[in-house]
């Protein structure tokens, strides 16, 4: 199973970025996905997450109304649109393959595979 990672870079505050991850090796369909992410010194925390059949999401409450996450089961991948984005957005962002028809998981211990990661900067 392999989880590659983009998308991301470094954004002014009140910007927007758009994070993509790219899944090979498991029917994608049939898993839930999610993102979380890493700030220096900081344990990982969960960001955002979708179900398998794409109709149940769930976020932490940061996020909420500035990120949406979907997939597109066409192209086996699940997308992160974050938008007004913040200085404390920065981090390593992780997207995770989850379980077998599974809801929106907000733990990582429901999830097996993880991706590379990738920079997100927000500057001030």
């Known amino acids: 199973v392999q989880l590659q990672a983009s998308g991301g870079g470094l954004v002014q505050a009140g910007g927007s970025l758009r994070l993509s991850c790219a899944v090979s090796?498991?029917?994608?369909?049939?898993?839930?996905m999610g993102w979380f992410r890493q700030a220096p010194g900081m344990e990982r925390e969960y960001v955002a997450s979708?179900?398998?059949?794409?109709?149940?999401?769930a976020y932490t409450n940061s996020v909420k109304g500035r990120f949406t996450i979907s997939r597109d089961n066409a192209r086996n991948t699940v997308n992160l649109q974050m938008n007004s984005l913040k200085p404390e957005d920065t981090a390593v962002y992780y997207c995770g393959l989850g379980r077998l028809r599974y809801g929106p998981s907000t733990r990582d211990s429901e999830y097996d595979y993880w991706g590379q990661g990738t920079q997100v900067t927000v500057s001030s």
């Open positions: 979708i179900g398998w059949n794409g109709f149940s999401t």
């Open positions: 090796g498991r029917t994608f369909s049939t898993y839930a």
